[in-house]
């Protein structure tokens, strides 16, 4: 396994069957107390629940709209994307990324970083600044 990561930089690395953890390493810092921004590896785990709850019949299908199981985005451009379109990162609403570090203050993603991780953490999905934009800058992915 070291070898492996001392070819593959990783912050950090974690293996579990069932309810066991049964490695867990981390470099460059960061240990098990700190929080990572996910990015990337959510759109997996995010496509693989999807599919879990597809064959489990809690989600009819990848064509149905993001509101027909999150009420709070009923009429909202969000709400009216296919689940399809977040799984293609394709949804053409509007959010802004920026890679300006730690001084960016305007970003939607600076936004939602500090109200998932900062003094003001959001309870509810519905209290999102980063999920209030209405706007769709370009047409949602449609097959």
Known sequence: MAEYLARNPTTGLLIAH????????????????????SQSMAKTITAMLIGIAISEGAIHSVDDTVQTYVPELTGKEIGKTPIQAFLHMAS??????????????????????????????ISTIDQSSALRSDARLTPSFLR
């Open 92 to 121: 053409g609403i509007a959010f802004t990324q920026s890679s300006q570090g730690a001084d960016d203050r305007t970003s939607d993603d600076a936004r939602l970083d500090r109200e998932l991780f900062g003094k003001d953490k």
């Open 18 to 37: 069932d309810q066991t953890i049964l490695y867990e390493h981390y470099q460059y810092g960061p240990t098990n107390h700190d929080r990572f921004l």
